[in-house]
Every structure is written in structure tokens, then in C-alpha cells.
């Protein structure tokens, strides 16, 4: 089993739609969460930390289940802008962890 | 907003020659990364640093591959005798202690 594994997508989309993603982790212990974005050949993003509470950044709610090992994105009201890909980040360690990245997840959103 | 740069942009290396890939992590962060990301594949974690040691290193991160804090600013990864299989972008990143923030990445192609 991957230790992060993501929705293998890809998601496509029209403009002012929602979509979310999921992703799921092996280690029980995980600490940190994060997702990223990532456009082509470019550096990852962050996007937003994952809180157990669940947080709201603008369009984009992310949340943490816990007992079922997975975190969420969830991204409303679509723009062009947001196509990129989505990556799910997991460290076992709140300092200094390594990060585990999922595969990804691929938006396009179209007009 | 303070960032971590990366340089050289691109490096093109004949096989077995020795790179060095240098980064200025964030000033005030203690924890310093390399990952590297194959053209199409997942970011894979290479090596974390911290108090002037390697924190963790993966399976990747053979006897070919060291890092260095030189000089209190710059963080730099070094590939002794390069493989084509290290033809890659890599990633440094650094954090104080929880999300990672990511550099713009070198390119590295082995011919």
C-alpha cells in the first residue's frame, strides 16, 4: 500500500463548479498535512496546512478525518486559474519531518 | 514574502561529472530539505538537515549524493559521479518547524 495515495484524477471541470479531492495515508502516527499545488515543471505551492478542526482559506476547505486516515481539498466556485496539480503532503514528525507526497491530483478547468 | 532560490536554474552535466546544486533556504528557518521530482513522477524525498546534520535521508540519497551548510546561508547538494537515472528537477526547501516551503527548483539533465 502507498503510504500517501491521492484520487488519481484527472478532474475535469467548468468554470464555478466544485470539486473536491481526497487523499489517504498509511502511517497512523502522520502529524502534519498539507496540500500543495503544482503547476507544470514548477516548484509545489503551499496551499494550505490541514487542521484537525478543518480550515477555510477563501474557495478552498481542507479537513482531516483522522480515525479514517484521510484528508480532503475541496475547492469551490472554480476558476481558470485554479488548473494545476494538487498534491497531498504528509510528515510523521512536526519538525523535521520529511514530507511524504501523494502522486497528485490534475484540474483543468474549462470555460 | 520571503523565498527560497535556487540556483543554478538548469544544469546540463556529462555523466560521471560531479554538480552541485546550491539553495538559500528562508533566513530565520532551521530545517533544510532536498527533494527531487523525475520528469512525470511523484516529489521524492531525498535528505533533511538540521543543527549543521543530516536529520534523515531516504533509500535515494546514496554515497554519491552529500549536502553542506558552508557558510551559514547557503545549503548546497552535491552529486559526485552523476548518473543519467539523476537527470531530475530537485527541490530544496526549508521550514521553522512545520509546512515546507519550496525553492524554484534546478534542473538537472545528464547526457
Known amino acids: 500500500r502507498k503510504e500517501v495515495e491521492q484520487d488519481p484524477g484527472p478532474f475535469n471541470v467548468p468554470e464555478g463548479a466544485t470539486v473536491a479531492f481526497n487523499c489517504t495515508y498509511s502511517n497512523s502516527a502522520s502529524q502534519s498535512f498539507f496540500w500543495y499545488r503544482q503547476d507544470c515543471r514548477k516548484e509545489p505551492k503551499l496551499l494550505m496546512s490541514?487542521?484537525?478542526s478543518g480550515n477555510e482559506d477563501g474557495r478552498f476547505t481542507a479537513q482531516l478525518n483522522r480515525a479514517s486516515q484521510y484528508i480532503s481539498l475541496l475547492i469551490r466556485d472554480s476558476k481558470l486559474s485554479d488548473s494545476a496539480t494538487y498534491l497531498c503532503?504528509?510528515?510523521?514528525?512536526?519538525?523535521?519531518?520529511?514530507?511524504?507526497f501523494g502522486d497528485g491530483t490534475t484540474l483543468t478547468v474549462k470555460p | 514574502e520571503p523565498e527560497v532560490t535556487q540556483t543554478p536554474s538548469h544544469q546540463v552535466t556529462q555523466m560521471g561529472q560531479e554538480v552541485i546544486l546550491r539553495c538559500v533556504p528562508i533566513?530565520?528557518?532551521?530545517?533544510f530539505y532536498w527533494y527531487r521530482q523525475i520528469l512525470g513522477q511523484k516529489v521524492e524525498f531525498l535528505v533533511s538537515f538540521y543543527n549543521n546534520e543530516i536529520s534523515e535521508k531516504s533509500e535515494i540519497f546514496d554515497d554519491q549524493f552529500s549536502v553542506e551548510r558552508p557558510d551559514g546561508s547557503n545549503f548546497t547538494l552535491k552529486i559526485r559521479s552523476t548518473k543519467l537515472e539523476d537527470s531530475a528537477m530537485y527541490f530544496c526547501?526549508?521550514?521553522?518547524?512545520?509546512?515546507?516551503?519550496f525553492g524554484d527548483g534546478t534542473r538537472l539533465s545528464i547526457l
Open positions: 533566513s530565520n528557518h532551521l530545517y
Open positions: 503532503a504528509v510528515t510523521f514528525n512536526t519538525n523535521a519531518g520529511k514530507s511524504t
Open positions: 490541514v487542521y484537525s
Open positions: 526547501a526549508s521550514s521553522e518547524g512545520g509546512a515546507q516551503h
